[in-house]
């Protein structure tokens, strides 16, 4: 049962980014966001169902990886669709370097070089490499939480399934005596509080500088209007005195 928690937690972890693809649709643009997180995910998906297939009765990292494949590939597509066109070609590339080329070389050099137990070691070991990258893909973003002291494009959902479904994979590969499962998700739950702390810290930012905008706004409109009424002020004090000009011209 705790093993199946993991798989129910990494479901979650892979529905996460939905609201984020929702808004982008709604918007119609990426703007914003990054694709190397998806790809990232859709290779170590990718990778991680290579190797459960190489050590044999691993059901439940074929099913939920799989599942992760699809998903991670419908979010690219989206992706692809509403974004710039340097980020389209930045994402296309991506893609055919580590889905397409760094995967196609670790399946061809595990097959041709490596049997049985050897084969599957080295599997795993590119798997903890790469599940660790994963982690450690949302650095860019933290980086600009900190920077920009906004969490807009750092959802807390996703970090706390993050830090839940590493906290999960852990056990089962502790339980299970896999730590090429077991080791990365250390660092994902590092990681996962680290964001979680974060938002936390910077959730309120937004509001404080949405306030000081309206204020800004508010002094640059009332500022405006201030303006508006000296010139139409003075232009009435000219226009009076031009009246009293003329008057004084016809009694002369």
């Not at 860019?140 to 590493?166: D, G, H, W, Y």
């Not at 949405?210 to 640059?220: H, S």
């Amino acid at each position: 049962m705790r093993f199946l928690t993991g798989n129910i937690v990494s479901f979650l972890v892979f529905l996460a980014p939905v609201p984020t693809f929702y808004n982008i649709y709604k918007k119609k643009s990426s703007e914003g966001f990054q694709s190397i997180p998806y790809v990232v995910s859709l290779f170590s998906a990718s990778l991680l169902l290579y190797y459960a297939f190489l050590k044999t009765n691993a059901y439940l990292i074929v099913s939920i990886n799989a599942f992760g494949c699809v998903v991670e590939t419908v979010y690219l597509f989206m992706y692809v669709i509403y974004a710039s066109n340097k980020a389209k070609m930045l994402t296309v590339k991506l893609v055919l370097l580590f889905n397409v080329g760094l995967l196609g070389i670790i399946m061809v050099v595990s097959l041709a070089l490596t049997k049985d137990a050897k084969r599957v070691t080295l599997v795993g070991w590119c798997c903890a490499v790469i599940n660790i990258a994963v982690f450690a893909a949302p650095l860019s973003i933290m980086r600009r939480v900190i920077r920009t002291k906004s969490v807009e494009f750092m959802p807390f959902n996703l970090s706390f399934f993050l830090t839940l479904c590493a906290t999960m994979w852990f056990f089962y590969g502790f339980f299970i005596r896999d730590y090429y499962i077991a080791l990365p998700n250390v660092l994902g739950f590092l990681f996962g509080i680290v964001q979680m702390i974060l938002y936390f810290i910077y959730k309120n930012a937004n509001k404080g500088v949405e306030m000081n905008e309206k204020l800004e706004g508010a002094m640059k409109q009332k500022e405006g209007i201030e303006m508006k009424m000296e010139r139409v002020e003075n232009k009435n004090i000219k226009s009076g005195a031009h009246k009293h000009e003329d008057l004084e011209n016809r009694k002369v």
